[in-house]
């Protein structure tokens, strides 16, 4: 049974999660991450497959979590490719559903990481960018990030945020 990918969580705990450090530009590092990018990407030593049910195994392991979202990239057959949900983990291994594709060994440089909301970057300046959805069902928006902003005290910086229907420009909408 296909298990759905449409709800994703991350955690500043992920290996390879991007942190804000109160640098310039350290906001927009994680959104690009988290909406465009992905991040914490590992590549797989063998993934099998046996009964519907793909077996990942990574050599140096991995920082993977029960039920997260994984991009898989590289492998043969293809239908291994894509968003596919975390079933089980273990140190070296973490295994998702494969219905419907044969048992066997995949083939190819075949990585996983977090994956990312799909979300494209429209725009980008210096410590700025503007996201806007792929979905083609969503409603048209864009989200537009200055972090250009010098901190205004010892407790952190501020980062703009604005939402617009439609943009021109980084800075147009």
Do not use: Q
């Not at 490719?81 to 295994?95: L, V, W």
Request: glycine share 10%.
């Amino acid at each position: 049974m296909s298990n759905p990918v449409s709800v994703k969580w991350f955690k500043s705990s992920h290996s390879g999660a991007p942190s804000l450090t109160g640098v310039a530009g350290s906001m927009i590092a994680l959104l690009d991450a988290i909406l465009v990018n992905g991040y914490g990407s590992v590549t797989l030593s063998s993934l099998t497959v046996t009964s519907g049910v793909a077996t990942a195994t990574v050599n140096t392991g991995h920082n993977f979590e029960d039920y997260v979202v994984v991009l898989v990239a590289g492998a043969t057959p293809a239908g291994l490719n894509g968003e596919k949900r975390i079933t089980k983990i273990s140190a070296n291994a973490f295994t998702f559903d494969a219905t419907g594709i044969s048992d066997g060994t995949a083939t190819g440089t075949i990585t996983a990481k977090m994956a990312p909301l799909g979300w494209t970057k429209a725009y980008s300046g210096t410590n700025k960018a503007v996201y806007h959805p792929s979905d083609a069902n969503a409603v048209p928006s864009y989200l537009w990030v200055d972090d250009n902003n010098p901190p205004t005290s010892s407790n952190g910086r501020w980062c703009f945020w604005r939402g617009f229907m439609a943009m021109t420009d980084i800075d147009t909408g």
